[in-house]
């Protein structure tokens, strides 16, 4: 169980979890009633990636480059790169050509 705080941190590591939550409350009398609820949430990242393809380029049916196009390296290497530029800072989004 996690102390009591003000606010609460989620990370990469609760994506796709269920997390209890707390929310505790103390009426400010000199009896010191304390009250809590609490709730499960599912952590989601929501924040669809923005992704920059490769330069503009034709490549034939029986072009030979493409025996390596399932080799992330390779392929990155001669048809270029997908440049992810920002968002689903917690998903593996991968590497290569066609975001593979």
Request: with cysteine; hydrophobic share 40%; aromatic share 12%.
């Amino acid at each position: 169980m996690t102390p009591l705080q003000d606010a609460v941190d989620f990370f990469c590591c609760d994506l796709n979890e269920r997390v209890t939550i707390e929310l505790w409350g103390r009426i400010p009398t000199r009896f010191g009633n304390w009250n809590y609820c609490w709730n499960d949430v599912l952590i989601e990242d929501k924040v669809a990636p923005t992704c920059v393809a490769p330069w503009e380029i034709r490549v034939d049916c029986d072009d030979k480059r493409l025996a390596i196009i399932e080799d992330k390296v390779a392929s990155a290497a001669i048809f270029g790169d997908v440049t992810i530029t920002s968002g689903s800072d917690c998903a593996n989004l991968g590497y290569g050509l066609l975001g593979y």
